[in-house]
Structure formats: C-alpha cells, structure tokens
C-alpha cells in the first residue's frame, strides 16, 4: 500500500513501539491518530509527531466506541488499525490469581478484539483495509512467569488466524508483528521510559517492520513477522 495521505490509528501510540511506528509513518506521509491511558503525555506526544491524539482507554468498549466515532468525523473512515496498545505482568503460576487475568486480557485480548471488530465494518465497506496486531515473542513460546502475559498474546495470536481466514476474501489482510524484549515503559509502574541499549533492540526495528509489512504490495501480505535482537547475549 501507498501510506501517503494513509488513515492509521495506532493503539498505545503515545509511547514505546507505538510512538516509533506512528512517528515512521508519519515520516511516510500517513494521517496517523493515537490513543494512550494518560491524556497529559497523550496530548504532548501527539503534538511532538504530529499525530491526532484520540483520548480512549482500549479496555473500555464505550470509550472504544468513541475513538471510531472521532475517527469517522475527522477522516470519514480508515486504512490501517494497529492494534499495538498493550500491558504485561509476570509471576510465579503458583501466584496466579483471576484477577491478574482481568487485569490484562481487557488490555491485549477484549480491546484488541472489538477495535478491530469497528474497523472490520468500515473495510468491508470500503473494500479494503489493514490490521496488524501486536502480538510478541510471548505468543509464539512461553516463559518462566509469564502465565498472563503469554496467554494473552497467545490469544491475540489466535485471534489473528481467525480474523485472516475470515477477512482475506474482503482484501482485508491481517499480519501479526512479535516483537522480542526492547526497552520501553513497558510494565514500568512509572511509566518511565527505560534506557536503551547497545545489544537489545530498539523501538525503530519494530517501527521498521510495521511500515515493511504495510508498504508490500497490497496483493500480498506477510502473515507474521518476529522481530529479534542479532546478538542479545
Ligand atoms: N517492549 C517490549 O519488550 C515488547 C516486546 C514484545 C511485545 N511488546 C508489545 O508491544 C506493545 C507496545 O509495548 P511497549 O513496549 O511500547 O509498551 P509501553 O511503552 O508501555 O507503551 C504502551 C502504550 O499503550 C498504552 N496503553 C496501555 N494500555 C492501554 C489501554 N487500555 N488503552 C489505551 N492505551 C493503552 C500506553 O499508554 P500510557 O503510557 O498512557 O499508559 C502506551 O501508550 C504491547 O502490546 C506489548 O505487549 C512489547
């Protein structure tokens, strides 16, 4: 696809790998809005980029609902959703408990989930659109401590298999990027941003991957991309 002049909402766009990739495709000429949990640091970046910035929490369907709602009245409809807005916490198995499962899976499953239900009605109206979700290393194999986190991206993982059998025949395409660890505020208590460094990846590759996958040919798609540090070690 053409990101020029493109529709892009990132989700979680106000840091980390949401804020690189929304910076990437602005670079690209894209209209690119963001959303994010605190409106302060929403506001700031999105006047840093350029960005819209669309105040609504991902894990609360009403104020879900109103982000598409802006995004119908500000552009009439949309290109590309990526579904990047996401939060992780880690534990022992013998420590699980329900409610770390309700704290988590609105975030990376539900929101994810219902965003791109919303989007799914304007593509298939407009006959096109793209979806990428962000999944993780974490999706793909687990881990020690990451009962929650991994579910869920596991989840989000399978999700996508659905949504790519059911939307290919819209020329809908759906890619799942999996990034490996990169330094950001990610589970942060608070939402500090950590240092970057030499070995680990940064939030550019992943930036790199998601305008990559978009900018293919549209009769084409790359169903999963996993992103890796060469050397971590
Ligand atoms: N960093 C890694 O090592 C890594 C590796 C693999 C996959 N990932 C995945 O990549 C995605 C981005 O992670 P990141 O590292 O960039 O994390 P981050 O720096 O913590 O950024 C997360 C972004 O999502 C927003 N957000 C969180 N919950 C939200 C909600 N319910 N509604 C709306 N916005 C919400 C945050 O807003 P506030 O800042 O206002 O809270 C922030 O803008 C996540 O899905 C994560 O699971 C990260």
Redesign the pocket.
């Known amino acids: 696809m053409n990101l020029d002049k493109a529709r892009i909402l990132v989700?979680?766009?106000?840091?980390?790998?949401?804020?690189a990739m929304a910076a990437a495709l602005i670079a690209k000429g894209a209209h690119v809005a963001i959303?994010?949990?605190?409106p302060d640091?929403?506001q700031r970046v999105a006047e840093e980029l350029g960005a819209t910035p669309l105040e609504g929490?991902?894990?609360r369907e009403s104020e879900l609902m109103q982000v598409f709602a802006q995004l119908d009245a500000r552009w009439g409809g949309l290109d590309v959703l990526i579904n990047?807005?996401?939060?992780?916490r880690f534990e022992p198995m013998q420590e699980v408990e329900q409610s770390h499962f309700d704290e988590v899976f609105?975030?990376?499953v539900y929101?994810p989930a219902l965003a791109g239900r919303e989007a799914v009605k304007r593509f298939m109206a407009q006959g096109y659109g793209h979806i990428i979700n962000?999944?993780?290393?974490?999706g793909v194999k687990g881990f020690k401590n990451g009962t929650v986190y991994a579910a869920s991206?596991f989840a989000l993982r399978g999700m996508t298999e659905c949504w790519r059998e059911e939307l290919r025949p819209h020329n809908i395409r759906v890619m799942l990027i999996?990034?490996?660890?990169?330094?950001?505020?990610?589970n942060?208590a608070d939402?500090s941003?950590k240092e970057l460094r030499d070995k680990m990846l940064t939030?550019n590759e992943i930036a790199h991957a998601a305008v990559a996958v978009l900018e293919l040919d549209d009769r084409g798609f790359i169903p999963e991309l996993g992103v890796w540090a060469t050397n971590p070690f």
Request: charged share 20%; no cysteine; glycine share 18%.
């Open positions: 989700t979680g766009g106000s840091s980390g790998l949401g804020k959303t994010g949990r605190d640091k929403l929490r991902m894990d990047n807005a996401g939060i992780g609105p975030t990376n929101g962000v999944a993780s290393s974490a991206k999996n990034p490996s660890a990169v330094p950001t505020a990610f942060v939402r941003e939030p």
